[in-house]
């Protein structure tokens, strides 16, 4: 993927990125990976769960980002969501449309944690990527929003 940000392009970053989320066969996460991320790049959660919060809170800390770097790291993340969302059956991600360019060489992409039991929304989330020269994430903020 280049880092041309034109509609083919968005298209296939989006379905490339819920398939990554979805993804049972841990080897084609792996690789999933390498073809979307940077080798040094990260995922960032802006807004941590709310025990994470409330121990900063109570040591006077500011609410800290967490960060994930690098493939290894990457992987272990995303491991851990389809351990808790994808693979008891529960739930699927899905896009809530197409990816954005956004300013700055950005693109955004809103998505659904879909109930595969009566199609409910369980959450949902937002994430602004920041593409490198090969058009492959060097950064990924992710908001979680309400369900």
């Not at 919060?53 to 040591?59: K, L, V, W």
């Not at 990816?99 to 994430?127: C, N």
């Amino acid at each position: 993927m280049s880092n041309e940000l034109n509609t083919a392009a968005l298209t296939t970053l989006t379905e490339q990125y819920i398939t990554l989320w979805n993804e049972a066969d841990a080897a084609a996460r792996t690789k999933l990976i390498a073809e979307l991320w940077a080798e040094d790049g990260a995922q960032v959660l802006t807004d941590p769960p709310q025990e994470i919060r409330e121990a900063a809170a109570a040591i006077a800390f500011p609410v800290p980002y967490l960060t994930v770097r690098g493939h290894r790291e990457l992987d272990a993340r995303v491991t851990r969501a389809y351990e808790m969302f994808i693979a008891p059956g529960e739930y699927t991600f899905q896009p809530l449309g197409v990816a954005q360019r956004l300013a700055g060489g950005l693109a955004g992409l809103g998505w659904a944690m879909v109930s595969t039991a009566d199609g409910s929304i369980g959450g949902t989330g937002y994430d602004v990527l920041a593409l490198d020269e090969d058009g492959r994430i060097r950064s990924d903020h992710q908001y979680i929003g309400p369900a």
